[in-house]
């Protein structure tokens, strides 16, 4: 990543190189220090749980090396999947066969489900599993404000979240694992200090400022988006 330039100072090691940030899950669930991970976010490819085929490859993967590092951790843990969102351009990165925007998220959300029900169906039953539902919350944004809805995309290749975009997942995955929704920022200054510890940040390219950050207005509607979607799907369960 530093040879593209998105490394950040906050991701420079001693040595020089630039650390951004790529332990194995394996690292992630064997603690060094034994302590217990009560919430574990998973967050797949967005096409993996699209496709019938990936989906289940991943059931294979997810019972077999993921719960038992779960389970070893903290058997009570709750599993949080990112149900991702579709991309903004139809077609890019080998989704043609996954359709409009709206088929594409439809066979996201339900490639996720099936996940969950998984290991609601599996013997893992003292672990809980449920959806943040960041690309549904996207999804209320294309119907809503489609012009935003084009700013949550990172856009050099419009299928990573852009800061805005980021920001709405951000939201929606605290509500999800809290119950509750963050403190809205409510200046310029307190949204840039979201950023302030990036590992990562699109570098300023000539003739451009790099990526926007969210707007306070933006901000405001898309902190409302994720609550109302996160109790909706709340009152799904």
């Known amino acids: 990543m530093k040879r593209h330039g998105f490394a950040t100072d906050n991701a420079l090691m001693e040595n020089g190189e630039h650390d951004v940030g790529s332990p194995t899950v394996q690292d ?31 059931h294979s993967t997810l019972l077999q090396q993921y719960m038992p590092l779960i389970s070893t951790n903290n058997p009570k843990a709750t599993v949080i999947f990112v149900e991702t969102a579709a991309y903004r351009l139809q077609g890019i990165n080998n989704s043609d066969d996954l359709g409009t925007t709206q088929q594409f998220q439809q066979s996201v959300r339900e490639g996720i489900q099936s996940y969950i029900q998984l290991l609601h169906h599996d013997n893992y039953t003292s672990i809980s599993a449920r959806m943040a539902p960041v690309g549904t919350a996207f999804l209320h944004v294309y119907n809503d404000n489609h012009e935003l809805w084009t700013k949550l995309f990172d856009p050099w290749d419009n299928f990573h979240p852009s800061p805005t975009g980021t920001f709405l997942q951000g939201c929606v995955l605290h509500c999800t694992i809290f119950g509750v929704p963050p403190t809205v920022p409510r200046t310029n200054e307190e949204i840039a200090a979201l950023w302030k510890d990036a590992r990562m940040m699109h570098p300023k390219k000539k003739g451009s400022d790099g990526v926007a950050l969210p707007s306070v207005s933006e901000v405001e509607y898309l902190w409302k988006i994720a609550w109302d979607v996160c109790q909706l799907e709340k009152s799904k369960l």
Do not use: C, I, Y
Not at 36 to 43: A, Y
């Open 28 to 58: 992630l669930l064997q603690s060094k220090d034994n302590s217990k991970w009560d919430v574990v976010v998973m967050n797949e490819h967005t096409q993996g749980p699209a496709r019938q085929s990936t989906r289940e490859e991943f």
